[in-house]
């Protein structure tokens, strides 16, 4: 008797499969946007209207310089896909410096910045029209220049939503 017990097959019933199940389903791998990192710009109804001034977040250069440091990648690319996904948007970025050094080649820097941006976005495929710029060097602080804690925050690309 024990003998049948032990060779007889125990049969489990399990709910089966759904047979529709796309990639999209997989807990794993899924096409729901990714929630964006926290403290980039977030181009949402909220803020994008025409004529609004969106401050990018983390758009940093080299010091006294145009070029771009690879940490403004994420913000680039947050800025590219807002200019994928309107592509009737049109912008206008808007360069700015601290005051520190030479009133001139402040004004001269905002816009070598403002092209900065500007190239990455066309050699991204953005048409060149849909973006114009401007530079306004140090005569439009959002801080106290004063101290280094906040003077960088002077350093900054924002744009303006022309059309939308």
Do not use: C, W
């Given at each position: 008797?024990?003998?049948?017990s ?14 529709s ?14 929630k ?6 977030g ?24 070029d ?10 947050h800025l590219?896909?807002?200019m ?8 206008e ?11 001139d ?14 190239a990455?976005l066309?050699?991204n ?11 306004f ?14 003077r ?6 924002e ?6």
């Open positions: 008797m024990l003998q049948d032990i060779t007889k097959p125990i049969i489990v019933k399990v709910a089966p499969l759904p047979v199940r796309t990639v999209s389903e997989n807990p794993i791998q899924t096409n729901k946007p990714v964006k990192e926290v403290g980039y710009t181009f949402d109804d909220k803020n994008v209207k025409v004529g609004t001034s969106i401050l990018l977040k983390n758009i940093r250069f080299l010091q006294s310089k145009a771009l440091l690879p940490e403004s990648n994420t913000e680039l690319e590219l896909g807002f994928r996904e309107h592509p009737t948007a049109e912008i970025l808007q360069g700015h410096t601290d005051n520190l050094g030479d009133f080649l402040n004004l001269k820097l905002s816009k070598q910045r403002v092209e900065a941006v500007k990455f066309v050699s495929g953005i048409a060149a029209h849909r973006i114009s710029g401007k530079g060097g140090s005569t439009r602080p959002i801080a106290n220049n004063n101290r280094e804690e906040t960088h925050l002077n350093r900054r690309v744009l303006i939503i022309k059309k939308f």
